[in-house]
């Protein structure tokens, strides 16, 4: 009986230890799964709303560009003598014509000048008249043979040399003649005053600036287009602009584009001609222009909002074979009207692409879409990002 109670006893403390070790076995198990294993990752849902499938589509081909309007007949009046400016008879927004006097000038010391030049024009001319005499004499002398032939060269050559002495002293009359005239503040085109730069009383230098009259019959919107743009462009074509405060459309003609690009932008300078009757428009208004272009050949159009960029490339996350996968693109025109635009390399037609942008988005991972997609013309892009549904985790950033 003794011998049976210490069996029972033995083999309750092994049925405990082998209890024990089981137990630790399968917490050591349980703990190395929780170490090494990695939890299942959520599949992320994407709603119908929020993909659409690439569209082949024609669309509109434009160049948009904007700039300020300039006027390019606008001259500026300078003093062409120094002086005082005694008058000027015109004020900013005055309308002045062609050759109209403008102001007076103090120009006492181009008189002075004049004056001179004129005395010395006489003097000359006093000289000229002598000489002439001489000369003659001499020839009656020499033919009576009072005087050898070498008198009547010196004196023919006196003769000549007071004749050029005349000439320049009238070539400097009508020197300073012309300074006074130019000095003269007349308007040199047709147009209103923009802006006075002196005022009465004050002393002027030559070639300081007086007015600036501006010819607002013509304006020219001057803006700026890319290198890439340029080919498509050729002078002569329409272009509808928008002015800013005219709620009308207006319509003008490219009439200059830029030999060469600016070197720290790339860009060509273009000019569109804008008519203005009534000079309802404004040198300094800012304006947006289009050109229309041919429509080119169907190419396949996403969203514009699908389309992100990194790094210089552009990319969009496509839905193939229930994971998420970022493809790098070319993209090629858009139409703001419809919120597309076109995807040239790096597309297949037939995936779903992500038609705004997520957050946190991972490559490769598990996704699915519920309902069925729309189309990418109709997708409208939303102001603001739409997020995953909530069984779908945060990952790495995909802006």
Do not use: C
Not at 245 to 253: D, F, Q, T
């Amino acid at each position: 009986m003794q011998q049976k109670r210490k069996w029972m006893v033995g083999g309750a403390v092994v049925a405990v230890a082998l209890g024990a070790a089981v137990a630790m076995g399968v917490g050591k198990k349980g703990a190395d799964k929780a170490a090494d294993g990695k939890p299942p990752e959520p599949v992320m849902s994407f709603a119908a709303n929020e993909v659409a499938k690439p569209q082949l589509l024609a669309l509109v081909n434009s160049i948009d560009f904007s700039g300020p309007l300039v006027a390019p007949d606008t001259a500026i009046v300078r003093a062409k003598a120094a002086g005082t400016l005694l008058k000027l008879q015109v004020s900013e927004g005055s309308r002045v014509r062609a050759g109209q006097a403008l102001g007076t000038l103090d120009l006492a010391d181009l008189t002075a000048r004049l004056n001179e030049r004129l005395a010395t024009a006489e003097s000359a001319r006093a000289q000229l008249a002598q000489a002439d005499r001489t000369h003659q004499n001499n020839l009656r002398l020499a033919d009576q043979q009072f005087i050898s032939p070498s008198a009547v060269d010196a004196s023919k050559a006196a003769l000549d040399s007071a004749r050029a002495q005349h000439a320049a002293a009238l070539s400097q009359v009508e020197t300073v003649r012309i300074g006074l005239r130019d000095a003269a503040l007349v308007a040199p085109i047709s147009g209103i005053v923009a802006k006075r730069h002196v005022v009465p009383g004050e002393k002027v230098s030559a070639e300081q600036q007086v007015l600036t009259i501006v010819d607002l019959a013509s304006l020219e919107m001057a803006g700026t287009v890319g290198t890439h743009e340029v080919p498509q462009l050729s002078v002569g074509m329409p272009v509808t602009m928008k002015v800013e405060g005219m709620s009308e459309p207006i319509r003008g003609v490219l009439s200059r584009i830029a030999p060469a690009a600016d070197v720290g932008t790339r860009s060509i300078g273009v000019a569109v001609k804008v008519p203005n009757p009534g000079e309802k428009l404004r040198a300094g208004q800012y304006a947006t222009a289009r050109v229309a272009l041919a429509n080119g050949a169907a190419q396949l159009t996403v969203p514009t909002a699908a389309i992100g960029s990194a790094s210089g490339q552009q990319f969009v996350w496509t839905v193939e074979g229930g994971k998420l996968l970022r493809r790098t693109v070319t993209t090629g025109r858009r139409d703001a009207s419809l919120g597309l635009t076109e995807v040239l390399e790096g597309l297949k037609p037939d995936v779903m692409v992500l038609a705004m942008r997520f957050e946190n988005l991972r490559e490769g991972g598990e996704a699915k879409l519920t309902g069925a997609a729309a189309p990418a013309a109709s997708v409208s892009a939303p102001a603001s990002s739409a997020a995953a549904s909530a069984s779908a985790p945060a990952a790495s950033s995909a802006s």
